[in-house]
């Protein structure tokens, strides 16, 4: 089922809001996938944020101008996949509100010097709820 992003159930709300883990999928310069185990959060207006380290692949992969990535959350039969533009921040501001985020979802991070946020802008919402 397709989901407005904009406009979510408050199932689908409260499973983006529950401690689970995601596949974040970016794409390689070949065009080939990448996917990585992440944590994420997701709040409005349609922004999910995943804390980092600078210079990995994804980061790397989400650098890339007009670079899209794919979060899909799952638990038994229930899922969501987000999907849209993403780009990296470093702004000391971004990082620290997505550790906050991040925090608040799963648990507080280790201290991280070389910690950045891929931003994404999500545009489409799949899933079963």
Not at 38 to 49: M, W, Y
Not at 62 to 86: F, H, K, M, N, P
Request: with cysteine.
């Amino acid at each position: 089922m397709r989901f407005d992003p904009e406009h979510l159930p408050d199932a689908a709300l409260r499973f983006l809001a529950e401690r689970h883990l995601a596949s974040l999928t970016t794409s390689r310069a070949d065009g080939s996938a990448h996917v990585v185990p992440v944590g994420f959060t997701f709040d409005r207006p349609s922004i999910a944020r995943v804390i980092t380290n600078d210079g990995s692949v994804k980061v790397g992969n989400a650098s890339r101008s007009g670079a899209r990535g794919v979060l899909c959350q799952i638990d038994g039969r229930y899922w969501l996949t987000l999907e849209g533009q993403v780009r990296v921040s470093r702004e000391p501001a971004d990082v620290a509100d997505a550790v906050d985020r991040y925090a608040l979802r799963y648990r507080v991070p280790r201290v991280n010097p070389t910690r950045v946020v891929i931003l994404m802008s999500v545009d489409r919402i799949m899933g079963n709820i």
